[in-house]
């Protein structure tokens, strides 16, 4: 599991070309975000150039020198210090914020924990594992989630039943 103190903002997704280019799946809003960074994986990974492209994003990195090199590297994550990411607005969040946090009802009671984030489109949903196992996703709205904080996130019960 990664720190709580860094932050994934892609992933490797494979070689890109012979010279060591690499394809990316980017959880940041912009290829440009990347360019913030000059280094990724506690100073591993050196960017050298970044694009966007209609699947993500194409990297050169110092330390990839060539297709093999680069088909290897598929599946890494490319993770920043949680600190060098810019201070959130009200009501923001970073992923990495809210999992492993507990899930409670806003009178405490315990439903779970959010062990992922995911998003198809319309908006985070997160993924809530029960004390028993069984899991569950309740979307990350006002409604569905009326708060959270450094300590637990607050579910409101109608989206808290249901199967496993």
């Known amino acids: ?13 494979g ?17 440009e975000s990347l360019k913030a960074h000059t280094s990724f994986n506690d100073s591993a990974l050196t960017l050298k150039a970044v694009r966007a492209t209609p699947y993500g994003a194409t990297a050169r990195f110092a330390e990839i020198a ?3 090199a680069a088909e290897k590297m598929r599946g890494i994550e490319l993770r920043v210090p949680r600190d060098s990411l810019p201070p959130l607005g009200e009501g923001e969040y970073y992923h990495t914020d809210l999992i492993g946090l ?31 196992g069984g899991r569950f996703m309740v979307p990350m709205s006002a409604q569905a989630v009326p708060g ?5 996130i607050q579910i409101d019960p109608a989206f808290a039943g249901g199967g496993s």
Do not use: Y
Not at 15 to 31: D, I, N, Q, S
Not at 148 to 152: I, L, P, Q, T
């Open 148 to 152: 959270w904080s450094a300590e637990a």
């Open 1 to 13: 599991m990664v720190a709580r103190n860094s932050v994934t903002l892609a992933v490797i997704t």
């Open 66 to 68: 060539d297709r093999t």
């Open 15 to 31: 070689a890109h070309g012979v010279t060591g280019e690499v394809r990316l799946k980017l959880f940041c809003e912009a290829a």
């Open 102 to 132: 507990p899930c409670q009802t806003p009178d405490g009671a315990l439903v779970g924990t959010c062990i992922a984030i995911e998003n198809f489109g319309a908006g985070d949903i997160l993924e809530i594992e029960r004390p028993d």
